[in-house]
């Protein structure tokens, strides 16, 4: 049937949209360019169909960008609010300046530790199954491709900014990052994908959007 961006509301996995859209569209073969965490949202890119899970690789190779909050000051387990917290205490805060340079000193092919709560394999097992065992999985630094960040705004403890990234960045990585090149800690508070590709955020349909839409597309099939 095609490739279609899909408004994933925070909450539910990727998997659990792609399982409900096997029940609307009545098609096993639909797959997705890119996992979101369930506490993001935004742009996911489906592909529904044998003929274009095929061809699935022009999105999950594609450029992608996001737009995230950061709050300093902590440290995750996981990276994001998610995950258990610590409070960093006795911080200078950081200017706005030297956020500025911290940030474009990220730009360009960097090492990123994927983590510890990702899907990334370690001796064939996903290392957030270990991590949830309480073992302390290790994972190697992978280089990346971060094409920009810039700084949407910045009042302490609390930073935003957009970024574009090639495929395989975590954007939780970059936060802790920041976080530690700081000095400060650093979490994920808030993600929004806004583009994968060529689909931003005003190409994508919410589910229930999709569902009034699914009768068309059948009829165009």
């Known amino acids: 049937m095609g490739f279609y961006g899909i408004y994933k509301s925070p909450g539910p996995t990727s998997h659990d949209v792609i ?8 098609i096993k073969k639909i797959g997705h360019a890119g996992t979101l965490d369930p506490s993001a949202e935004g742009v996911l890119v489906v592909a529904i169909g044998k003929e274009y899970t095929k061809k699935i690789e022009k999105y999950t190779d594609s450029e992608k960008e996001y737009y995230a909050e950061i709050e300093l000051g902590k440290i995750s387990t996981t990276d994001d609010l998610e995950g258990e917290i610590e409070v960093i205490k006795d911080i200078d805060p950081p ?16 090492n990123q530790i994927p983590p510890v709560y990702s899907a990334i394999k370690v001796s064939g097992t996903r290392s957030y199954k270990l991590a949830r065992k ?3 999985p290790r994972l190697s630094p992978r280089s990346v491709v971060v094409k920009s960040i810039d700084l949407v705004s910045y009042n302490y403890p609390e930073i935003s900014i957009n970024v574009v990234t090639e495929s395989g960045v975590y954007i939780r990585a970059l936060a802790r990052d920041l976080g530690r090149k700081l000095s400060t800690g650093g979490v994920l508070c808030k993600l929004i994908r806004t583009r994968v590709g060529d689909i931003s955020l005003d190409r ?4 229930e959007e999709f569902k ?3 009768p068309y597309l059948r009829s165009q099939g």
């Open 19 to 26: 399982d409900e859209l096997r029940k609307i569209t009545k």
């Open 95 to 110: 200017s706005e300046k030297e956020v500025k340079e911290t940030l474009k000193k990220m730009e360009g092919i960097i």
């Open 134 to 136: 309480g073992e302390k």
């Open 204 to 207: 994508c349909f919410s589910l």
């Open 212 to 214: 009034k839409k699914t």
